[in-house]
T-cell receptor
Framework: AQKVTQAQTEISVVEKEDVTLDCVYE???????LFWYKQPPSGELVFLIR??????QNEISGRYSWNFQKSTSSFNFTITASQVVDSAVYFC??????????FGGGTRLMVKP | EPEVTQTPSHQVTQMGQEVILRCVPI?????FYWYRQILGQKVEFLVS????????KSEIFDDQFSVERPDGSNFTLKIRSTKLEDSAMYFC??????????????FGEGSWLTVV
């Protein structure tokens, strides 16, 4: 069975602070894929990143960066110099080669001006 | 940018009534999905659909649920006899290729269903 745990249910920061959202996963598969989605107050799910289990290189996209560590089964997401527009619920998700995404419980990020 | 559109954005229905949620996937996508999110909880997979057939479904997707692609553009989720516990946000999604592993799944903005 697959499982994704986002232990931080809610994080509050002040604008321009850096913030890291934690994601820990469990799977028995050797091939799997990890994702982050953003859910702003409007409700839609916005794709942020996909990473496969064979690629442990960290990735940076603007103010966003992701740290994938298989040794600790973690796929953490860092926002540098946070902005109010970053306020949203962020979901980490996992799949093997199938169709089903298994989501974590989400972390609500509040960025205050 | 192409997007998945869903209607209605919000529906209130009486317990026991049938509900149809509609989705227009991205036009060149072949794989379609429904997920749901009960208020304050995680997003859960319901069903995937390809070539006019269900390719995978979860335990949640019982006989009360059905999906259909009635024409070339719409993809619907029907709940035959709604229960209070069906109250949730229902997300439609689509992808060009099968599954999130090889391709990105794009989600719609969701249809919020309230059963009273």
């Amino acid at each position: 069975a697959q499982k994704v745990t986002q232990a931080q249910t809610e994080i509050s920061v002040v604008e321009k602070e850096d913030v890291t959202l934690d994601c820990v996963y469990e799977t028995r598969d050797t091939t799997y894929y990890l994702f982050w989605y953003k859910q702003p107050p409007s409700g839609e799910l916005v794709f942020l990143i996909r990473r496969n289990s064979f690629d442990e290189q960290n990735e940076i996209s603007g103010r966003y960066s992701w740290n994938f560590q298989k040794s600790t089964s973690s796929f953490n997401f860092t926002i540098t110099a946070s902005q109010v527009v970053d306020s949203a619920v962020y979901f980490c998700a996992l799949t093997n080669a199938g169709n089903m995404l298994t989501f974590g419980g989400g972390t609500r990020l509040m960025v205050k001006p | 940018e192409p997007e998945v559109t869903q209607t209605p954005s919000h529906q209130v229905t009486q317990m026991g009534q049938e509900v149809i949620l509609r989705c227009v996937p991205i036009s060149n996508h072949l794989y379609f999905y429904w997920y749901r999110q009960i208020l304050g909880q995680k997003v859960e997979f319901l069903v995937s659909f390809y070539n006019n057939e269900i390719s995978e479904k979860s335990e949640i997707f019982d006989d009360q649920f059905s999906v259909e692609r009635p024409d070339g553009s719409n993809f619907t989720l029907k709940i035959r006899s709604t229960k209070l516990e069906d109250s949730a946000m229902y997300f439609c999604a689509s992808s060009e290729m099968e599954g999130p592993s090889g391709n990105t799944i794009y989600f719609g903005e969701g249809s919020w269903l309230t059963v009273v």
